[in-house]
């Protein structure tokens, strides 16, 4: 499988570089998977395709402002570092750009040294482990000096925090938002469960290695990074008592959707638990959970674009991102929506 079959072109004027005022109000592609047919609706319009009966599932997680930007001790040279996983209490595993003023050893200062750290190691990908010290407490440092971790196709700044975070966010640890949940509004939400919609809460913090490009030809050639999900018993029962009535689980995102596909075993039955999971979904899959997918729209050749190739079929799916373009759909994560039914 050629990661060039998963290529589309894309104009730049069509990636959203600032979110809508009226969340609920971005567009919607709905893509049947069977037959390839389309329909352009508005984001609203989702409720129509629900039904009593079905459930909803949503990633819970919430972006940390992970982006911090110091001064490497005793030089004026500046140093970024982006938070990717916390490792143990203060040692974390981030991204550091200059990685070459960043050896083991290396001493950074943040925010006047309210904030410190230390270069432990140099781990895989040429990430690093570093040792933070304060005093107080980490979460509310991080709040006053951390920015929020945009995609680097985001150049714009972002006005407020919290357009980067999903109405229903709440526990802290992902480097990235689950972006197809910024569509929705706690009025919406709400509709949605006045319908008889069932909606089952997981969480899967989201790493950047999900955006990361594929650098292999050969797609299956690919290594996906980790990352930790939650499933509770109160979400478990709601998903399989969903399949068992006849209902559609509907995963908002590809994050709900990686997280239920593997907690689940192959007879379709999702186990509560926690773990690490690096599940990769590209054509071929079978999937045992989800039924129907609410999504953004994602870059050529990722991972993500291979993933709703895998549940509506490759040429469904890039004739459909050929007609979003055509139509001037808004792209990537502050992007229009899709609906896979």
């Not at 304060?134 to 971790?149: A, K, N, R, W």
């Not at 999903?166 to 509004?185: D, K, R």
């Not at 399989?240 to 006849?246: A, F, H, L, P, S």
Request: glycine fraction near 8%; proline fraction near 4%.
């Amino acid at each position: 499988m050629d990661v060039k079959d998963f290529y589309f072109d894309l104009p730049q004027e069509l990636i959203a570089q600032d979110p809508l005022e009226d969340r609920s109000s971005s567009r919607l592609l709905v893509l049947n998977k069977e037959t390839g047919e389309t329909e352009h609706k508005s984001f609203r319009d989702i409720l129509q395709y629900l039904k009593k009966g079905d459930c909803l599932v949503i990633n819970d997680t919430k972006v940390i402002p992970a982006r911090l930007f110091g001064i490497k001790e005793g030089t004026e040279a500046k140093i970024e570092i982006l938070l990717l996983k916390r490792r143990e209490h203060d040692i974390w595993e981030v991204l550091v750009k200059p990685g070459k003023k960043a050896k083991p050893g290396t001493k950074i200062v943040f925010g006047d040294g309210i904030l410190c750290a230390e270069v432990l190691d140099v781990v895989e990908d040429g990430n690093r482990l570093i040792q933070f010290s304060y005093d107080g407490i980490f979460e509310e440092i991080l709040d006053q000096l951390g920015q929020m971790p945009l995609p680097p196709y985001i150049t714009h700044q972002l006005k407020d925090k919290n357009r980067y975070q999903t109405v229903y966010a709440v526990h802290e640890g992902s480097a990235a938002a689950p972006t197809a949940g910024l569509h929705f509004t706690k009025e919406l939400l709400q509709e949605v469960e006045d319908m008889g919609v069932k909606i089952a809460r997981v969480t899967l913090h989201v790493g950047l290695g999900t955006f990361r490009p594929v650098k292999v030809e050969n797609v299956l050639d690919h290594h996906m990074h980790s990352e930790f999900y939650v499933v509770s018993e109160e979400a478990a029962q709601i998903v399989n008592e969903t399949k068992k009535n006849g209902g559609s689980v509907v995963c908002v995102g590809t994050t709900s959707c990686r997280t239920v596909e593997s907690a689940s075993t192959e007879d379709g039955v999702l186990h509560a638990g926690s773990g690490w999971t690096s599940i990769f979904i590209y054509p071929g899959y079978q999937f045992k959970v989800l039924d129907k997918l609410i999504t953004n729209f994602h870059l050529p050749e990722s991972t993500l674009v291979m993933l709703v190739s895998a549940l509506a079929g490759r040429e469904h799916v890039l004739a459909a991102y050929e007609e979003a373009v055509k139509e001037r759909y808004r792209f990537f994560s502050f992007g229009d929506a899709m609906l896979i039914i």
